[in-house]
């Protein structure tokens, strides 16, 4: 069964670092794009980038590009987004999803992560 | 970038009916289209890929079509269970856009 677990809820001040993590299992995690996506809170999905485990090729929105940091570990079948500093608009809730063709990072998501919910107060 | 514009924001309706959702591309995407649902406190859920096949396990009462730049998605004879926001995503190229949603409200 294919299962992406993301980390739990982070309570973060203003200025500092976050890393959170989403852990594929049930496939060849190294052979599948993983996508990041935010979402405000009571707002839409805004698709912020996409990773793929085998070379950690990376694609970034503009608009996340500097903002966030994506990594994977493929010895631990993981993905990570990263922040260095928050910042209070920064609180959402994040998804990680994997696309439903192997290889291809411009395919849709078909399984998604729980999510992560970050939030950002001083 | 490519933007994706849903109409309408909110739809109201009621269990049997028939609604159709729009989504537009600010150019051609040929039929790169995913539609997904999205329930409060849920992940999101792929209902549609390619613009027209069916995820597996989504009942066949949705539908897509669409190419290029206009789309649709018919829920025909709506269940209690789908009402829920929807959204649609292109991924022609990157950054894979979502649509703004659409909430489908018990009318």
């Known amino acids: 069964e294919v299962q992406l677990v993301q980390s739990g809820a982070e309570v973060k001040k203003p200025g500092e670092s976050l890393k959170i993590s989403c852990k594929g299992s049930?496939?060849?995690?190294?052979?599948?794009?993983i996508g990041w996506v935010r979402q405000l809170p009571g707002k839409g999905l805004e698709w912020m980038a996409i990773i793929y485990p085998d070379d950690s090729d990376t694609r970034y929105s503009p608009s996340f590009q500097g903002q966030v940091t994506i990594s994977v570990d493929k010895s631990i079948n993981t993905a990570y987004l990263q922040w260095s500093s928050l910042k209070a608009s920064d609180t959402a809730m994040y998804y990680c999803a994997r696309p439903r063709r192997y290889g291809a990072g411009n395919a849709a998501f078909d399984f998604w992560g729980q999510g992560t919910m970050v939030t950002v107060s001083s | 970038d490519i933007q994706m514009t849903q109409s309408p924001s909110t739809l109201s309706a009621s269990v049997g009916d028939s609604v159709t959702i729009s989504c537009r591309a600010s150019q051609s995407i040929n039929t790169w289209l995913a539609w997904y649902q999205q329930k409060p406190g849920k992940s999101p859920k792929l209902l549609i890929y390619?613009?027209?096949s069916l995820e597996s396990g989504v009942p066949s009462r949705f539908s897509g079509s669409g190419s290029g730049t206009e789309f649709t998605l018919t829920i025909s004879s709506l269940q209690p269970d789908d009402f829920a926001t929807y959204y649609c995503q292109h991924y022609n190229t990157d950054p894979y856009t979502f649509g703004q949603g659409t909430k489908l409200e018990i009318k």
């Open positions: 390619k613009a027209t």
């Open positions: 049930g496939y060849n995690f190294f052979m599948y794009w």
